[in-house]
């Protein structure tokens, strides 16, 4: 399995290695733990914003007309 070495701060590896103590579990679990649960909020985060932009293009038309002060200029209007 291929691994990855990190640096830590000598105050936050003593950080770590209190919340694995008050956890009961090793600091390699601990901070496994921490990137799998970046990496998944990340996803939820990017399917989130797709999931937004499908929505607001869906119904631009309609965001248009309920915040016309939102809206852009059309090209070559002068405002």
Not at 15 to 28: F, H, V
């Amino acid at each position: 399995m291929p691994a990855l070495n990190v640096e830590f701060s000598e105050r936050e590896l003593e950080d770590l290695r209190q919340i694995a103590k008050e956890r009961g579990t090793s600091m390699k679990a601990l901070v496994r733990e921490a990137a799998a649960a970046d990496i998944a909020r990340h996803r939820a985060l990017q399917e989130g914003a797709e999931a937004f932009r499908r929505f607001f293009a869906a119904h631009a038309e309609e965001f248009a007309a309920a915040f016309p002060d939102d809206e852009r200029p059309a090209q070559g209007a002068t405002a």
